[in-house]
């Protein structure tokens, strides 16, 4: 054992009882030593016995602090630490590596922590605009209409038109995707603003040369009576030119139509719009006169595709080649 090297408590002890041993006197004391009858006023043949006893525990006291001492400086390092006996040697290892030794332990272990999970991605306009959506062909509505805040600037040139855009409360359906399905339509350049004739401007207050109002089937048929006109027949959408509103059949805003089918809702409901402002804007009924050809957006596409025995097929555009 080193200079340096400290004995630990338990050992302390050990050599306590070694010195008590030695000078004659139990490691308990006096009071230990009456009780072994060690008198201390002087029985040789008691102070013989009290001799020979601690002896013997002075020679196994001896001989277990020479194993203990034994053990330890063997396990004893260069600057005087001592190895714990039990001791691995992963503990050891252990020991050495700290922190890190641990943590090389744990990821061997642990399994990799599962990717994140994607996000659903946003339905696109597109997607919405293909898209049917539940309503009752026989729905009826309170008759009450809020306008859809907000402004859409007219993007193009020519006349300037503006319009309002009023949906029949209750109804369910996006009011915003049908604002921009409105103002996008009749700004394309295959629509009524084909070549800068006009330009469309969306408002929410203010004056407005019409208002294309979204309602229940109910509602709009009420709206084109006042301008004598009967949707109820076939739950069709007009322009209800005595008033202010060009009318659109929420049924059919939802539900298409079978000469367009469920694939197409898209372009129906591109036809829909440009067909029934069309009317606003003074434009009449025209029907197709070539079998297989477009059919002129002005013809009542809803109702059928063939008249007279000509067959057409459907056609969203006011001017579908650009």
Not at 234 to 259: F, K, L
């Amino acid at each position: 054992m080193g200079a340096g090297a400290r004995i630990p408590g338990p050992r302390r002890e050990f050599v306590e009882a070694f010195d008590g041993a030695s000078r004659g006197t139990p490691p308990g004391g006096p009071e230990q030593a009456a009780l072994d009858g060690d008198d201390p006023k002087g029985r040789t043949d008691a102070a013989g016995r009290g001799r020979t006893i601690t002896g013997i525990a002075a020679a196994a006291v001896t001989t277990v602090l020479a194993v203990v001492v034994a053990g330890q400086v063997a396990g004893a390092g260069p600057d005087g630490s001592v190895a714990r006996p039990q001791e691995g040697a992963a503990d050891r290892a252990q020991a050495e590596g700290g922190a890190r030794f641990d943590r090389s332990a744990r990821s061997d272990e642990r399994a990799a922590p599962p990717p994140a999970a994607r996000r659903a991605a946003p339905v696109t306009y597109e997607q919405l605009m293909a898209k049917p959506f539940p309503l009752d062909p026989r729905f009826k509505g309170p008759g009450e209409f809020a306008a859809v805040p907000g402004t859409d600037r007219a993007p193009g040139k020519g006349r300037k038109v503006r319009y309002r855009i009023d949906v029949e409360k209750g109804l369910g359906l996006d009011a915003g995707l049908f604002a921009r399905a409105v103002q996008q339509t009749l700004n394309d350049d295959r629509s009524w603003a084909h070549g800068g004739a006009m330009t469309f401007e969306r408002v929410s207050s203010g004056e407005a040369e019409f208002v294309v109002t979204l309602a229940s089937p109910v509602t709009t048929g009420v709206w084109c009576a006042k301008s004598g006109l009967d949707t109820t027949v076939d739950n069709v959408s007009c322009d209800s030119a005595a008033t202010e509103r060009v009318m659109i059949n929420a049924y059919r805003w939802a539900q298409g139509s079978a000469t367009y089918g469920v694939k197409a809702m898209h372009a129906y409901r591109q036809m829909l719009i440009n067909h029934e402002v069309g009317h606003r804007l003074g434009h009449n009924h025209v029907n197709c006169r070539t079998p297989g050809a477009l059919a002129p957006v002005m013809q009542q596409q809803t109702k059928s595709l063939e008249v007279e025995g000509i067959k057409c097929r459907p056609n969203p555009w006011v001017f579908p080649n650009g």
